[in-house]
Nanobody, 115 residues
Framework: QVQLVESGGGLVQPGGSLRLSCVAS??????MGWYRQAPGKQRELVAT???????NYADSVKGRFTISRDNVKNTVYLQMNSLRPEDTAVYYC???????????WGQGTQVTVSS
C-alpha cells in the first residue's frame, strides 16, 4: 500500500524559513515533489525531483526553495527560505510510482506566512 506522510508545516513570519518532509512507502518512486493550493486557487506545482536527480521549480519559488531527496529513505524535502505571504497554502507531497506510473498524494500540510 502506497503511503505519503508529510510533516514540517506551520506558521512563520515573512522572510522566515521552513522545511517540509515527505516519507513515502510501498513501492519505488520516480518523480517526487511538492504542490500547493491556496484558498480559492488551483493546485500548482512547486518543485519536483526525479530519481535520477532532475529538478523542476515553479518560477515563483526559484532561488528561494530547494528540493532534495533521499532515495534510500524514499523521502523528499522542501527547504523554503525567504518566505512570503503569497506562499501561504496547503502543501501536498506527490509521488509517481517508477514502474506502475500511478500518482499518489499526501494529506497536505498547512504553511502560513504572516506577521
Amino acid at each position: 500500500q502506497v503511503q505519503l506522510v508529510e510533516s514540517g508545516g506551520g506558521l512563520v513570519q515573512p522572510g522566515g524559513s521552513l522545511r517540509l518532509s515527505c516519507v513515502a512507502s510501498g513501492t519505488i518512486f520516480g518523480v517526487m515533489g511538492w504542490y500547493r493550493q491556496a484558498p480559492g486557487k488551483q493546485r500548482e506545482l512547486v518543485a519536483t525531483k526525479s530519481h535520477t536527480g532532475t529538478t523542476n521549480y515553479a518560477d515563483s519559488v526559484k532561488g528561494r526553495f530547494t528540493i532534495s531527496r533521499d532515495n534510500v529513505k524514499n523521502t523528499v524535502y522542501l527547504q523554503m527560505n525567504s518566505l512570503r505571504p503569497e506562499d501561504t497554502a496547503v502543501y501536498y507531497c506527490n509521488a509517481v510510482q517508477l514502474f506502475e506510473g500511478l500518482n499518489s498524494w499526501g494529506q497536505g500540510t498547512q504553511v502560513t506566512v504572516s506577521s
